[in-house]
Each structure stands twice: as structure tokens, then as C-alpha cells.
């Protein structure tokens, strides 16, 4: 089974729109780490946000938030008034391991998001 | 502070030979993972090191091995280079690899192999 699930193979958003980008995860781990990457056709992967299992507040970077819901174990990307420069690829990422002992991350399949002018 | 660099940025050989990949990590980082990213397969762990022991490792051939130096830098290495090696090769470090530390990447290395 996936443990981190990007349904999304690819969006579009308007500029200065909101969109969100769709990630679910699957870990029997009490604690674990999510994080969202971006990456531009340069292929240089970008951190964006980070949200902790334990965390009770959303996290928030600048445009970026992370709607976690610990319940449905998702832990979607919102990003906020949508700029040109926000088209590239988006990877949902989960740390865990504390149950193996052996940390590793794990990646989605990514989203790619276009943002039309 | 200096970011996660790799070496070189791009590289081209041919079937059977070897390369070498280097990364070099934020100052005060000492966990260096590695992955390859392709178009079919995605982004796919390779191995991480921590101070200069290889703490966890994915699903690839022995062809594919890797080492860190006492000043946390890192190289990987592919012996006997097949076609489905051509990837784009990715370094991130982070301070200790721990549950919630935060990975940052390089640039990537992109290997073609002829």
C-alpha cells in the first residue's frame, strides 16, 4: 500500500487564486513528520512547510499552509493568492520510523501545478 | 549560510562505466540522504549516511554505494552504468536525520548513461 498518496497528477489555479493540493498518508506510527517540497524545472527540491504529528495548530509559511487532519491522515498543501512563479512540481513527504528504529523519508507521487495568467 | 551543493551538475557516460557523485552539506549537517528521481519511477531513497555509517538503505543493486567523510561530505558511486541509470541524483542533508528534521536538497546531479 502507498503510504503517502498524491491523487492529483496534475492542476491548474488562476493567479492570485487559493488552491489545494491533495495528500494522504498511512503510518501506524504514533510519531511522524510531513513535509511539502516544491520543485521547479530546475530540479532543485524546495522545502515549504513541515507539520508534526503531535502539532495541534496548523503549520503556516508566508502563502503556504498545511491543513492536517490527523483523523482522515491528510495533510494537504494550501497555497494562497497563487503567483507564475508557483508552477513547478509539489511532493507530500512523510518521516517516520519510530516504532522500526530506522527513520526514512517517503515521497508522493507529486502534483504538478500550472498557474494561468 | 551556504546551502547543499553537489558535483558535478551534469554528467554524461556510457554503458559499464563508473561515476562518482558528490555532495556537500550544509555547514552543521550530518545526515546525508541520497535519492534518484526518473520520470517512471519517481523519487526513490537510496541510501542516508550518519556520521560516516550508512543508517539506512532502499531497494537498489550493490552497484550503487555511497560513503561520507568525517566532515560529513558525501559521494555516491554507480559501477558497471546501465540505460536505466540516467536520472536525476539528488543529496539532502539535514542536522541529524531525526524524526522531525527537515531535509534540504541540492541542486541534483542529471546523469545520462549512452
Known amino acids: 500500500a502507498q503510504k503517502i498518496t498524491q491523487t492529483q497528477p496534475g492542476m491548474f489555479v488562476q493567479e492570485k487564486e487559493a488552491v489545494t493540493l491533495d495528500c494522504t498518508y498511512d503510518?501506524?506510527?504514533?510519531?511522524?513528520?510531513l513535509f511539502w517540497y516544491k520543485q521547479p524545472s530546475s530540479g532543485e527540491m524546495i522545502f515549504l512547510i513541515y507539520q508534526g504529528s503531535y502539532d495541534q495548530q496548523n503549520a503556516t509559511e508566508g502563502r503556504y499552509s498545511l491543513n492536517f487532519q490527523k483523523a482522515r491522515k491528510s495533510a494537504n498543501l494550501v497555497i494562497s493568492a497563487s503567483q507564475l512563479g508557483d508552477s513547478a512540481m509539489y511532493f507530500c513527504?512523510?518521516?517516520?520510523?519510530?516504532?522500526?528504529?530506522?527513520?526514512?523519508?517517503?515521497f508522493g507521487t507529486g502534483t504538478r501545478l500550472k498557474v494561468l495568467a | 549560510k551556504a546551502g547543499v551543493t553537489q558535483t558535478p551538475r551534469y554528467l554524461i557516460k556510457t554503458r559499464g562505466q563508473q561515476v562518482t557523485l558528490s555532495c556537500s552539506p550544509i555547514?552543521?549537517?550530518?545526515?546525508v540522504s541520497w535519492y534518484q528521481q526518473t520520470p517512471g519511477q519517481g523519487l526513490q531513497f537510496l541510501f542516508e549516511?550518519?556520521?560516516?555509517?550508512?543508517?539506512n538503505k532502499g531497494n537498489f543493486p550493490g552497484r550503487f554505494s555511497g560513503r561520507q567523510f568525517s566532515n560529513s561530505r558525501s559521494e555516491m558511486n554507480v559501477s558497471t552504468l546501465e540505460l536505466g541509470d540516467s536520472a536525476l541524483y539528488l543529496c539532502?542533508?539535514?542536522?541529524?536525520?531525526?524524526?522531525?528534521?527537515?531535509?534540504?536538497f541540492g541542486p541534483g546531479t542529471r546523469l545520462t548513461v549512452l
Open positions: 539532502a542533508s539535514s542536522f541529524s536525520g531525526g524524526l522531525t528534521d527537515t531535509q534540504y
Open positions: 549516511y550518519f556520521s560516516e555509517t550508512q543508517r
Open positions: 555547514s552543521g549537517h550530518r545526515s
Open positions: 513527504a512523510m518521516r517516520e520510523g519510530e516504532t522500526s528504529g530506522t527513520y526514512k523519508y517517503i
Open positions: 503510518t501506524s506510527d504514533p510519531s511522524y513528520g
